[in-house]
């Protein structure tokens, strides 16, 4: 096994680290390493957000539920979604800047932002640092982008902590492969497959443990009742909706508006 792919499948969320800093010219790689992605059109519609100042840790913890990670890390990198800067080269060079308002551009920005992340996070842990991804960014959208002092077109995405590890945790349970592989076509699952495909994560001491704490009887309830509620998920999926066209990516075409009146 080569040493890339041993980073990738040892993979573990860090969530306490070490009072250590990161140097400049390792973050600058971890950076590199980042923009190295793949990347629609080689636009690059991403930018990313380094925040180390203590202060600044403390107007953003809160955004993310004060999370242990956010708080103990001493690098958190924000990766958004950006065509600002594209339709800033544009307007420069007398080119039509209006082509990126829409759900079309804001999709490539926001894929490749988790592009680059994940490039991030894989050169990050491959120079014995650790990670974690903090899946609150979308939650307080339109907050980020005011303390972040977004301009029109650029949208945080998401983001992770770095930091030196303070903790060794074991691998996290995956499904097996045969769970997320389909050849050729998609083929859907019958009960008898999901409870074979589930039957290691449903059963495992994690699991029970879970189940005690939350006096439910399964993972999927814990799930839905407990971790994403239907009311969580669409009151932060209206929030996020309302940040994105507040960004200027929103715009109903004459086409949409004919077919929908």
């Known amino acids: 096994m080569n040493d890339t792919l041993k980073t990738l499948l040892e993979h573990r969320t860090i969530r306490s680290y070490k009072p250590q800093k990161i140097d400049d010219a390792v973050l600058e790689q971890i950076l590199l ?7 629609t059109g080689n636009m690059q519609p991403y930018s990313i957000i380094i925040t180390q100042d ?3 840790k403390a107007k953003i913890a809160p955004l993310h539920f004060n999370q242990k990670p956010v708080l103990e890390a001493p690098v958190i990198l924000t990766f958004c979604a ?6 800033k080269w544009c307007q420069y060079r007398e080119a039509q800047t209006d082509c990126f308002s829409n759900m079309q551009s804001f999709m490539w920005g926001a894929i490749d932002a988790v592009i680059a992340t994940q490039n991030a996070s894989i050169a990050a842990e491959s120079l014995g640092l650790g990670i974690c ?9 339109a907050a980020l982008a005011e303390l972040y002092k977004l301009p029109k077109h650029v949208v945080p995405i998401t983001c992770i902590t770095l930091g030196y590890p303070a903790e060794n945790p074991p691998l996290t349970d995956r499904l097996p492969l045969k769970a997320v592989i389909h050849n050729e076509i998609y083929r859907d699952y019958s009960k008898e497959v999901i409870d074979e495909l589930y039957c290691e994560k449903e059963n495992s001491a994690l699991t029970k443990k879970l189940l005690e704490e939350n006096q439910l009887p399964n993972l999927a309830q814990i799930f839905t009742q407990k971790r994403y509620t239907k009311k969580d998920n669409e009151h932060f999926a209206k929030m996020f909706m309302e940040g994105v066209k507040e960004e200027g990516f929103y715009r109903k075409t004459a086409q949409w508006e004919v077919k929908n009146t």
């Open 33 to 39: 390493a980042a923009t190295r992605g793949s990347t």
């Open 82 to 87: 950006d065509f600002n800067r594209f339709n």
């Open 133 to 141: 991804y903090i899946g609150t960014v979308t939650y307080h959208t």
């Open 54 to 56: 203590a202060e600044m």
